[in-house]
């Protein structure tokens, strides 16, 4: 049987759902930034600005990028929401990214809770997402809080170029470990300060190219997300998995704990691996290609594919 994204037969949509543009403190006017976007090849983005009491950085209204749509290529209204109490954070605030976001959603106050955000966003009907847990040190106390998230950033492009901090698989494992099922997003968080676009997305099975096919797909899961390698197909015949692929030089599958398997060899398009030598409910896989990009799938559970452990 194939595997979701693949299971759907829906097209795949390339979108970058976290970046900034001068209505809070990106660099460029909203129209610069889907001109941009639009000429990289994508199918949509998210101008996810800063929602917060605070006009050094940030906005306290939810920018409506209708006006801004075209007839192949649309935006995703989004914010990325603040409140207080992050640990590691200089100003401690939570960074949360809601996607598909109503243009009236109220700017969060000094009083509201990262769980109570996540919640009120997600009854708005928003895709959410915890953005770079590595940059600003989330723990797993705090990952634990948010488990309600519908994914985790587990590469943010902008943090990479700019501090080494990119990654959000540890805190993405943790909760996987832990039971919670979560996806995953791969974004650039551009500000275009620096070169910081093009370098993070998903791709999204979606059934047309509008904000409600987009968002019930990722909600749904089926997407994947990458810096520039592809799957091309997964399927699963009994606890057989079959990964195709772009050519790249690294296929992995990791499960619960430390549990994993790998394939390398040089240009590589398919390999097979035997489910029952993993000793987990749960597994990802994981691509990398010669010139060191990537691709992660979401996570898939066993007992939902009704097969054993």
């Known amino acids: 049987m194939k595997l979701p994204p693949f299971k759907s037969g829906h097209r795949f949509l390339r979108g970058n759902l976290h970046g900034h543009s001068t ?13 941009t976007y639009q000429r990289l090849g994508y199918d949509f983005t998210c101008l996810s600005d800063h929602l917060w009491q605070n006009d050094s950085f940030a906005a306290d209204t939810v920018f409506d990028s209708a006006h801004l749509d075209r007839e ?11 409140c207080h109490g992050k640990r590691f954070d200089q100003d401690g605030l939570w960074h949360i990214v809601a996607n598909g976001l109503p243009v009236d959603f109220a700017c ?14 997600i009854a708005a009907g928003a895709y959410v ?5 590595e940059w600003y040190a989330m723990t797993g106390d705090e990952a634990l809080s948010v488990a309600a998230a519908h ?7 902008s943090c990479v170029i700019s501090s080494a901090r990119g990654s959000g698989i540890a805190v993405a494992d943790l909760l996987l470990n832990e039971g919670h099922r979560i996806s995953f997003t791969a974004t650039d968080d551009s500000h275009f300060d ?15 190219l509008s904000q409600t096919a987009i968002i019930a797909a990722l909600k749904a899961g089926h997407h994947y997300a990458s810096t520039g390698a592809d799957f091309t ?4 015949d009994g606890m057989m998995l079959t990964v195709k692929t772009t050519p790249v030089d690294s296929i992995v599958v990791a499960g619960a704990g430390y549990s994993a398997m790998a394939r390398h060899g040089k240009n590589m398009t398919l390999a097979h691996f035997d489910l029952s030598g993993l000793a987990s409910d749960w597994f990802r896989v994981t691509i990398r290609d010669a010139a060191g990009k990537m691709a992660w799938s979401n996570p898939y559970f066993k007992s939902d594919l009704g097969v054993g452990t």
């Open 72 to 82: 192949n290529f649309i935006t995703l209204p989004s914010a990325e929401l603040h």
């Open 151 to 157: 994914a985790v950033e587990i590469h943010n492009y």
């Open 23 to 35: 209505h809070s403190d990106g660099m460029l006017a909203a129209d610069a930034v889907v001109d």
């Open 129 to 133: 997402s915890l953005a770079h847990p």
């Open 194 to 208: 620096l070169p910081d676009y093009g370098g993070g997305w998903v791709m999204v099975a979606a059934s047309e």
């Open 108 to 121: 969060p106050d000094a009083a509201e809770t990262a769980p109570q955000l996540v919640a009120r966003a």
């Open 233 to 236: 197909d997964m399927s699963l």
